[in-house]
Structures are given as C-alpha cells and as structure tokens.
C-alpha cells in the first residue's frame, strides 16, 4: 500500500493530457455534488455541517460556470474555515485525469498521467548544489511518492548530501505531497522505528507512521531547512520532525499552518474539489499545526533564509575544522552572516566608486559592483566598515584605504593570503 497526498496546485500544466472543451456543468448539480462530498469526507464534522449550510442558497451560484462558480463556492466554503486544503477549481484536465478515481486512494494505482509529472519533475528535487565552505544544498519542491522515480529522487539527493560538511535542504516553494515521501526523508536523520506521526480520519484514530530504514545515515553533521509562508502540507510535517526530534534546525518563516490531509475529488466533468480528510499528529509532541504553522527556531525574512543558514553552518564548522579550514570557515561566516543581515558600509557607496589600477568600481542602484576587463561585474558585499567582499568570491576582501577623509587605495586580500595594493587613479 502506499499513500499519498496532493494539492491543488498539482493540477497546473498536467503534460501529456489532451482534454476537449467540456460544456458548462450545472450549478446545481456541482453545489449538491460538493456539499455531498463534503458531508461524506471532511476531517471535522461539526464544520462539515457548517461547510454545508454555508453553500445552501441555491440562488448564490444561479448562471454562473467556470471559474466564476467555482470562485464563488470557494469562497462560501472559506467564510466557515480558514483551511487551506479546502477549495473547489475549474480544471477540465485534473478533471479528466481523475475520471470516477479520486486522490488518494490507497488501493488504486497512480493514474499514469500523475506518475509521468512526477517523473518529469524529478519527484521534486529540483536542484542541488555545492555552496562555498563544502555546504550541499537541495531545493526540494514536492513530496512526490509512489513511484520508482520518486524514490530514486530522493536516494540520489541524501547521497548527494552525503559528501557535505552540512546539509541545507531548501523547502520555502515546497507546498506538500506525501507523507511516505516524508518519512523516507526523515529515516535519513534518524533511527529506523522512530515513531513520526499518527492520522486521524473524521475524528477517529488512524494508523501511527516511523522511520523505515534507510541505506546510510546523515546524522551527526550540521542540517538547516528553508522555510516559508509557503511551506505547506507534507513539508511542515517534515519541518515538524526536524524540530521535535531535533536532528536539524529550522530557518525562516513561519510555515503555512495547512495541517490537513486533503483528497482530490472530481466534480462534474469540469471541476476538481480538494476536501480534507484527515490530520496529522506528530507523535513526539501530540499536536498538529493546522492554522498555527511550524515556528523556525531562527526567524528570519524568507529571501535571507539561505545566507543565515550558509553564515550558521560555517560557523558549526569553524568550531571542530583544523588550520587553513577554520579560517575559510569563519571568514565564509562573516561573509553570510554580513549577506544575512545588511552590513552597512562605512561610507557612502559612491565614495569608493572610481578607478583602481585596471578594476573599474561603479554604484548601481544601492549596490557597489566591481569589474575587470571583460570578466563580469560582481557586487561587493559590505562585511566592516570599509571592508567589503565579491559576491562570487566570498573568501576575498576588499579593504579601502582611507587618508585625508578619501579613499585613496584598494587592498585585495585573496583567500589565499596574498595581498595586492593599487592605488586609486589620480582625480578619482
């Protein structure tokens, strides 16, 4: 058996699906259907019953089609409930995919259309990189399972992982997926048979989840994960166990509090309702975080998420490197830590724009950039006073060499050691 979990926003793009233009359906007849469904499968049945007499006004969804209608149930539905795996689209395509089989249904196969997307998309491993200092970082967009592509997916990305010094795995465009795609990630960090979450459907106690086993652990080594008000679903399930079980540490925003299990159900010919069915507990600490999100343990904007994580994992480095590697440690520390937080230069930007040598200094809106040659320009970050660094070449320093109330010279520290002074041509 395998289970799994989608949202709507999974509906978008469906490759390889060729659907003619289905007529308008009823409105009746998709109000009576969404309330019916509804009644049969929302995890809260005293909101079900709310949900219920919220769309019973049959002359509210008179004339109306499309998007047009389904804009109007949704609404209806969110004046009851703020959850956000509830709500009705117009999407012929997901529609059609669907035919009589809603998602997910444990003991039915992944339609072939599903399965295809998720393999196009690389079950939701959309990108890993080396960052400076030996950081491995993935970009994770979807908890995508069931699929011999979606697991490989993910066995691909621990290994890549596996040759950092830390971990940084990027869950702010992560919207949900399945929580087997979940555990499977988290049995990396933890102990096979640690006990991760138990489901309830409609109230009643459903079946508790742990750790698989996993082919090699990544404990012991530094993780961070991303998060973002769009971190949603399945990822803040994820984002719970980094935080209860303590094998990583959470970084950004708050997440988005969609703490539900949620089915796909097709409506008419044309619409597709997503409907909650079910919650999840986590099992260390005997709550969900339906509405209240998943709390990072350093808060900050998600567009500075990665550079804070990138200044906190060279410095956990720096504490346990040796020689040559402690210094580019703690210097890749500064540097972030500086991009994290918005050093301020020591002067203005445009006191140190000029020409030096055969580098050529400019201020572009409120940032100094640097060039040589025909090399591209690179922005320099600000990390002291009059001490700056390339963005691309973190490990370098710009001093400016101030006499008189002017910058007079440049000194280019390379991550070597190595210094060079030039001096600021005459009348700059």
Do not use: C
């Not at 988290?186 to 459903?206: D, H, K, N, Q």
């Not at 079946?207 to 991303?226: D, H, I, S, W």
């Not at 044309?270 to 709550?287: E, M």
Request: aromatic share 6%.
């Amino acid at each position: 058996m395998h289970r799994w979990i989608v949202t709507l926003s999974l509906s978008l793009a469906m490759p390889g699906i060729a659907v003619a233009q289905a007529p308008a359906d009823d409105p009746a007849t998709i109000v009576a259907a969404t309330r019916a469904a509804i009644a049969e499968r929302y995890v809260l049945p005293d909101t079900a019953a709310k949900l219920s007499a919220a769309l019973a006004a049959p002359e509210r969804y008179r004339g109306l089609s499309g998007d047009a209608l389904a804009e109007r149930i949704d609404a209806d539905l969110h004046t009851v409930t703020a959850d956000k795996h509830l709500g009705i689209r117009y999407d012929p395509k997901m529609a059609a995919m669907l035919g009589n089989q809603p998602l997910p249904d444990d003991d039915a196969a992944m339609p072939p259309a599903m399965a295809r997307m998720i393999a196009r998309q690389n079950g939701g491993v959309r990108a890993m990189e080396v960052l400076p200092g030996n950081v491995r970082m993935i970009a994770y967009e979807g908890f995508a399972w069931g699929t011999p592509e979606a697991e490989a997916a993910i066995v691909g990305a621990m290994q890549f992982l596996r040759g950092g010094d830390a971990y940084i795995i990027d869950l702010r465009r992560n919207g949900g997926g399945s929580p087997g795609a979940v555990a499977a990630l988290a049995s990396y960090f933890v102990a096979e048979g640690t006990p991760l979450m138990r489901f309830e459907m409609r109230g009643r106690p459903g079946e508790a989840t742990t750790a698989p086993r996993a082919p090699f652990n990544l404990a012991g080594k530094p993780l961070y994960v991303l998060t973002s008000g769009n971190t949603a679903s399945a990822a803040e399930e994820f984002a719970t166990h980094v935080s209860a079980l303590g094998f990583g540490t959470l970084v950004g925003e708050r997440t988005a509090g969609a703490g539900f299990r949620n089915d796909l159900l097709p409506v008419g010919k044309n619409y597709v309702l997503s409907v909650s069915s079910g919650r999840a507990i986590s099992l260390k600490t005997g709550r969900d975080w339906e509405g209240v999100g998943v709390t990072p343990a350093i808060a900050v904007s998600s567009d500075r998420a990665l550079a804070t994580a990138q200044a906190a994992a060279m410095a956990r480095i720096a504490t346990t490197a040796t020689a040559d590697d402690k210094r580019e440690a703690e210097r890749l520390a500064v540097f972030y830590r500086a991009l994290a937080t918005g050093v301020k230069s020591g002067r203005a930007l445009g006191d140190y724009a000029g020409v030096y040598g055969d580098r050529k200094l400019i201020v572009a809106g409120d940032r100094l950039m640097s060039s040589r040659g025909s090399r591209p320009a690179s922005a320099l970050v600000p990390v002291e006073g009059n001490v700056m660094a390339p963005e691309g070449d973190p490990l370098s320093r710009f001093r400016f060499v101030e006499q008189g109330g002017r910058i007079v010279a440049l000194e280019v520290e390379r991550g070597d050691g190595s210094v060079e002074r030039v001096a600021r041509n005459a009348g700059q």
